[in-house]
């Protein structure tokens, strides 16, 4: 993210679909700080939920802690998502289908498979 000054939110949630939706509820709510357009938001939450889809294909179900690090300023929001302890590392396949899901979205993704964390970003500009 840029230099200007930044908030940091942190969110623990265990590994199931239900509390999952909290880290997506939570990413739109901070992009709105953004005044984004609402199409750019909904990707936000599209590419936040793939991100998710992702780290409980290797999850043990809610015993495992998705950890949420979300970083916002003026100008960005990044989405940090990691799977703590995952039953094995996210798998070449799954990462792929993650890429070719989320590249026409409005956001930029990246996946580290041996941490299994995925990070999610939007600018408040387009690029």
């Known amino acids: 993210?840029?230099?200007?000054?930044?908030?940091?939110?942190?969110?623990?949630?265990?590994?199931?679909?239900?509390?999952?939706?909290?880290?997506?509820?939570?990413?739109?709510?901070?992009?709105?700080?953004?005044?984004?357009?609402?199409?750019?938001?909904?990707?936000?939450?599209?590419?936040?939920?793939?991100a998710l889809v992702l780290l409980l294909s290797v999850s043990r179900g809610e015993e495992d802690t998705i950890h949420g690090r979300y970083l916002v300023s003026d100008e960005s929001l990044a989405v940090e998502l990691r799977l703590e302890a995952p039953v094995r590392p996210l798998g070449t396949a799954a990462v792929e289908r993650f890429g070719t899901l989320v590249e026409p979205l409005d956001t930029r993704c990246r996946v580290d498979a041996p941490t299994a964390t995925v990070v999610v970003e939007l600018t408040a500009q387009d690029d």
């Open 1 to 50: 993210m840029g230099g200007d000054a930044q908030d940091e939110i942190r969110l623990d949630l265990p590994a199931s679909g239900p509390y999952a939706r909290i880290a997506r509820v939570a990413a739109s709510s901070l992009a709105l700080r953004l005044r984004a357009p609402a199409r750019r938001i909904e990707d936000l939450r599209l590419a936040v939920d793939e």
